[in-house]
């Protein structure tokens, strides 16, 4: 099983001082969109917690990217992470499993038949 993370998981799993021990103890992957909200944009905004997620991701979570192509389908109002976290579970729906809270999401990944 591999978690695909979205950027409001990494951030809210890292505010509870969880995010290092799931993504030590699971195959974790997140998409390039997702660190650049949750780390790299987040560290020009001045958010503080970037450093320590991007401390985490380096040493457990792998960042893979997609191509365009692989993102057809997902409605626009969808931001890039979103899409991106989607064409990664869709490559291997029967071993990812979606990690978001954003309910919104969820329910098209519901409705995709895709793990979450």
């Known amino acids: 099983m591999t978690l695909i993370l979205d950027a409001d998981a990494l951030i809210k799993l890292n505010r509870i001082g969880a995010l290092d021990l799931v993504a030590s103890n699971s195959e974790c992957i997140i998409p390039g969109a997702v660190y650049q909200e949750a780390v790299a944009d987040a560290r020009v905004a001045g958010y503080l917690d970037s450093d320590a997620i991007d401390l985490v991701v380096r040493r457990h979570i792998r ?3 997609t191509s365009d192509l692989e993102q057809v389908g997902v409605p626009n109002h969808f931001g890039a992470g979103e899409k991106q976290v989607l064409a990664l579970a869709m490559r291997d729906p029967q071993e ?4 978001s809270d954003d309910q919104v999401f969820v329910n098209l990944v519901r409705q995709l038949e ?3």
């Open 114 to 116: 895709v793990r979450f």
């Open 96 to 99: 990812s499993v979606v990690v």
């Open 63 to 65: 960042v893979e990217t």
